[in-house]
Nanobody, 116 residues
Framework: EVQLVESGGGLVQPGGSLILSCAAS????????MTWVRQTPGKGLEWVSQ???????YYTDSVKGRFTISRDNAKGTLYLQLNALKTDDTAMYYC??????????WGKGTLVTISS
């Protein structure tokens, strides 16, 4: 059974940092591209970042230079380092497995709230 479990969310002041983790199991993690997606009531779903199986990384423009995606294949864990956080980064953050036709498995999410 494929499982993706996010953690690391919380309440942070603007300008602060967080590290999100996503523990993956039930599939060959190292062979799969992985993605972070976030959702807010106002903006809906937003693709944030993706890391390919070969380690190539991609980011949406609004987080470039502030967020860093990484993976530890030995631990089966995906990470997202969030720096210089803004109130607009407030969202539920989900990790998902990227398949050929889209994101086929999702975690339940971890809430990030940026507020002073």
């Amino acid at each position: 059974e494929v499982q993706l479990v996010e953690s690391g969310g919380g309440l942070v002041q603007p300008g602060g940092s967080l590290i999100l983790s996503c523990a993956a199991s039930g599939f060959p993690f190292s062979n799969n591209d992985m993605t972070w997606v976030r959702q807010t009531p106002g903006k809906g779903l937003e693709w944030v970042s993706q890391i390919a199986a070969d380690g190539a990384t991609y980011y949406t423009d609004s987080v470039k230079g502030r967020f860093t995606i990484s993976r530890d294949n030995a631990k089966g864990t995906l990470y997202l380092q969030l720096n210089a956080l803004k109130t607009d980064d407030t969202a539920m953050y989900y990790c998902a497995r990227a398949a050929l036709l889209g994101l086929d498995y999702w975690g339940k999410g971890t809430l990030v709230t940026i507020s002073s």
